[in-house]
């Protein structure tokens, strides 16, 4: 559903998306690019589109709830707009790409092709999947970057960064579960690898956090294990929870 803030809670989801996220402008002048250009870009599904949206009628949208089905695919028009800042260097990628000739519907293939060949061979290397599974799964994963829900989650999206967090959040659920039982040598690897996952995360727009890897990983871990609490919002204070 749509997030409909209370003034307290649109002040934190504001600075969350300010401090995380960019203008179609910041984005556009990055890439040394018109707005149109990148509008173009969008279409040809090079990159990903918008990722978060305020409007002050409809509150707020993310492409995470879009992709999950429970908004509709775009935001309302004339709304308060942010784009991934990783989205930047597939920018890049894909203008060396126009320069040596391709369509922007071709370096978008291409760009996917990069992608998959990569995430197939990390896969490959960790799992009995067939073949054409791995082309499924990459291609799943793909299509999460170019609908947005991986610009939610990651703070720099490629096939090592994506398979890496994968890997990592499913060790850290299994390992929540059994925390009580670890050893201290066992509890060193499970923070660890806690550190290593939410280096590679987003904190996520706060009422999107407890239903996403953050809220699901890196949070009862801490709090199983007695080890604080993450701060990820400007203005939160140290012992409040976000609701």
Not at 75 to 88: Q, T, V
Not at 104 to 115: C, L, Q, R, S, V
């Amino acid at each position: 559903m749509i997030f409909r803030p209370t003034p307290q809670q649109h002040q934190h989801c504001l600075d969350y998306v300010n401090h995380w996220f960019w203008s179609k402008d910041k984005l556009s002048t990055a890439a040394a690019l018109t707005a149109s250009q990148l509008d173009e870009l969008i279409e040809a599904e090079c990159i990903p589109g918008i990722i978060y949206s305020y409007h002050d009628d409809e509150g707020w949208w993310s492409a995470l709830a879009a992709y999950r089905g429970d908004v509709g695919a775009s935001p309302k028009a004339n709304g308060r707009d942010f784009y991934s800042p990783a989205a930047l260097w597939w920018i890049r990628r894909t203008m060396l790409l126009l320069r040596q000739g391709y369509t922007p519907a071709d370096a978008a293939k291409h760009n996917e092709t990069h992608f998959s060949s990569r995430y197939i061979e990390l896969a490959a290397q960790q799992s009995s999947l067939d073949d054409p599974s791995l082309h499924a799964l990459a291609g799943s994963e793909w299509r999460s970057w170019i609908a947005g829900a991986y610009a939610v989650c990651l703070r720099d999206f490629s096939a090592d960064i994506c398979f890496r967090k994968e890997v990592l959040g499913k060790d850290l659920k299994q390992a929540a579960k059994g925390l009580k039982q670890a050893t201290p040598a066992q509890q060193l690897e499970i923070i660890d690898k806690t550190q290593e996952l939410a280096s590679l995360l987003l904190p996520f727009a706060p009422w999107e956090r407890p239903t996403a890897t953050a809220g699901l990983t890196i949070d009862p871990i801490l709090e199983k294990l007695n080890l604080g609490v993450d701060i990820p919002y400007p203005g939160q204070k140290p012992a409040q929870r976000f609701d």
